[in-house]
């Protein structure tokens, strides 16, 4: 213990403070450029901060000028002439023109255009410049939301030279431009020095990725980072404000989340049995059980904040009587079964669960079937298959789907698409407001799905921090307003940004180590065993990585669905198709997939739209480390352990040890980690609670932000390698020689640490292997907890996102280092136990 505390205290570093605002966001974006992807994720970094559009969209629906100064309608509606605000210049030094809006418009609107809101563009016939600073849009009929439209994410103007790596490189019109991007850890912004509007008050900007609640409570409690917008853990609210170093806003957001019911399936296709359902809910009894009070009730597909609200919650009260009646009336009145498959969020899962005992109620009886986002995807949203489902809708003015034909909703009704036809064409504001309340009424009217709340926006924040907007139309998380009330209210440390690959000279040092390791193997085993186990190695790989390929490639799910969103259209999905190869059957996909890996190319990461290579480099940098720095740490502490436990052995000091052993295998690592972070991150504030510092900020500082995670993975595996040894020295002792070794006057202890510890040592290195390859590829809970890069979190996320390229390439690597493993430890065998050399040659 005393070793432990040493290395605590050696490691603990104070924070230190900084002109930076480290912002937490539970979700990485998979790409940096929002005409590209739906994922929400992209544009809570990079929208309004590095990208701007032509509008800006306030939180009442109103549109007003962002890049576009002004803007004329031509009387019919068809015609909108933009003026640009002159002076705005790109972040690659281009001027902003009205050639670069076309341009944008057109690459949304071409044919293969993968751009994810390409429907809402679906009236626009034509764009024409004008001259340098004003832009003309044509329409084929009045659209009435083609304003709102290009405030959009995926509508930001790009500059047409920087388009192409916008993925990865984004260059925009903003307040910040991108500096580093360490995937799975951290995007760093840093401020525009000649940017067009108000500059930014603070000159960085960092957005740290957290996945795990409680890994987020952890990093908002201890400091690191200064505002947690959309803070996923609602439980925990009520504590955060009683902290008053800290504090919680909360906003709105434009996410509905609805009882979704497949309209075409008996007996939901029977508007009587869904108005039913709507009486059944008791909205507030969902919001209080499932979001712990938090959320707005909705009786409509719709804001409250948005433009012509109106507020239906009281057309369907809840009434269990009338309820019953209603099944009654359809010809249901005992009832009947059906399936509710709920997706991972906690908000479904536990409003799903709430929905079923109020639909109980009335004599409906739900299968609750939790499902993975993969399978949702395949078996919801594409397939249809499904009875009930709980899903947010986050998309803005996103009313237009129960329009489309085809969609998982099952719903068509004429007369609703002709409200939208009306609401479409209005060019006069009352006008406008009037469709959009017909189509609110029309929605609820028709019962389409259990309309249930609007998910708020918990914002946690440091309660020095001022300017950060906790609303906005769409997710974005706008920080260049955003300011410390004095100069001393530092966050987190900056460095949790910089480059997780070593530096140059170390990175030769795992090939010399190789090198050195092969030629001392071949020396003591021979050539011809260590040809034997290449080949058995290769094999194993090639077996392994199929089986992988071809396992992953049958689960539902498609990587498209996912990557584009729940309100793509077919034709967006079928360009996304082939553009990923995901068209092309699957031995095909195999071939090429084997012949790229034979050849050491991994392939292209669906979501990442970069080389895998690339991204297990940069995590590996962070898994092998720690597993080897648990692996060091274990045997350190396990040695003594075991020696003293062995040489106590029936003395009460010995039983002391080896109930400490056994204590220490039955707590589990991510408690210890837990308890590592509430102590020495929350309460004295020593470490970082998560995040991994980089090697390029040098070897301390990367070292100090493995040490909590390297202990709590470490603390369990000494126990058990403690107790190895131990029983393995125990065996020892009673031999022979030990007893030859006592008589000619060894003492106990010399005798136990020159005889009996090398011929007890064999046991140990077979459990160090395993250890190392278990830290290595099982370390994810870990990684979550202290929100570490490493390969765990990189092979979830890949899972979850239906990346199997990724998800192929990881697993072919941890397969390799399993093996290879196993190959050290035979040759440990040998070196350890002369014996055994022979036996192998």
Partial sequence: MLLLLALVLLCAAPAMAKDTITVGLQLEPPILDPSRSADSAIGEVVYANVFEALTRAGRDGSVRPWLAASWDVSRDGLVYVFRLRPHVRFHNGHTLSAADVKFTLDRALAPNSINPQKPWLQAVAGVDVIDPLAVRIRLKAPDSGLLFALSLPAFVIFEP??????????????????????????????????????????????????????????????????????????????????????????????????????????????ILVRRAIAHAIDRNAVINGAFYGLGTPIGSHYAPQDEGYVDLTGLYPHDIA???????????????????????????????????????????????QNVEWAQWLSQVFQNHAYDLTVINHIEPMDFDIYGRDGYYFGYDSPRFKALLADWRSATDPDRRVAALQAIQRKIAEDSVN????????????????????????????????????????????????????????????????????????????????????????????????SA????????????????????????TLAALHRQLGLDQPLLARYGHWLTRVLRGDFGVSYTYQVPVAQLIADRIVVSLPLALYAVILAAVLAIPLGLFTAAWRGRKRGAVLSALTQVGIAIPDFWLAILFVLL??????????????????????????????????????????????????????????????????????????RHAFPNAIIPVITVLGLQFSFLLTGAIIIENVFALPGLGRLLSQAVEQRDLIVVQGVVVLLVAVVVFVSFVVDVAYAIADPRLRGRRQ
Avoid: C
Avoid at 329 to 353: C, D, H, I, V, W
Avoid at 697 to 709: D, E, K, N, R
Avoid at 716 to 745: E, N, W, Y
């Fill in 548 to 571: 992988v390929f071809f396992i992953i490639s049958l689960l539902p799910g498609d990587p498209a669905s996912f990557m584009a969103g729940l309100n793509a259209a077919p034709e």
């Fill in 450 to 545: 259990g309309f249930l709340f609007e998910l708020p926006r918990l914002v946690v924040s440091n309660a020095r921090i001022g300017g950060f907007q906790a609303n906005a139309a769409v997710p974005s998380n706008e920080v260049s307003g955003t300011f410390f009330l004095d100069a001393t209210a530092g966050g987190a440390s900056p460095a949790v940004v910089g480059s997780h690959s070593a530096p140059n000279a170390w990175r030769y040092l795992p090939l010399a180590a190789l090198a050195v390791f092969l030629a001392f193997a071949v020396r003591t085993v021979g050539i011809g065993y260590l040809a034997g186990r290449s080949a058995s190695l290769i094999a194993t790989l090639l077996i392994a990585g």
């Fill in 161 to 270: 030279s920087s388009a192409a790596a916008a993925r990865q490189h984004p260059v925009g019109t903003g307040p910040y431009r991108l500096d580093v991007w360490k995937r799975g850890e951290a995007i760093h912004l840093v401020r525009t020095r000649d940017y067009w509007g108000r500059e930014a008050r603070l000159p960085h900007a960092v957005f740290r990725f957290i996945p795990d609640s409680t890994a987020a409570y952890a990093a908002v409690k201890s400091g690191d980072v200064d505002v947690f917008p959309d803070f996923p853990a609602p439980e925990s609210i009520a504590q955060i404000r009683l902290d008053p170093r800290l504090k919680v806003t909360i906003g709105t957001t434009e996410g509905q989340v609805i009882l979704a019911i497949n309209n075409k399936k008996p007996p939901f296709d029977n």
């Fill in 680 to 753: 020495f991150s929350m309460v004295l504030r020593w470490f970082s609670a998560g995040g991994f510092a980089g090697w390029d900020g040098g070897f301390w500082p990367a070292v100090h932000s493995l040490t909590l995670p390297a202990l709590a993975l470490a603390i369990p595996q000494a126990a058990i390698l403690g107790r190895v040894l131990s029983r393995s020295l125990a065996d020892v002792i009673g031999a022979d020689f030990i007893r030859t070794a006592r008589a000619k006057g060894l003492s106990p202890a010399a005798t136990l640490w």
């Fill in 322 to 368: 009338k309820a019953k009646a209603l099944l009654a009336q359809a010809g249901y009145a005992n009832g009947f079964t059906a399936t509710l498959k709920l997706p991972p969020p906690m908000y479904a899962r536990r409003s799903g669960e709430i929905v079923a005992a109020q639909l109980a109620a009335i004599g409906i009886k739900l299968e609750i």
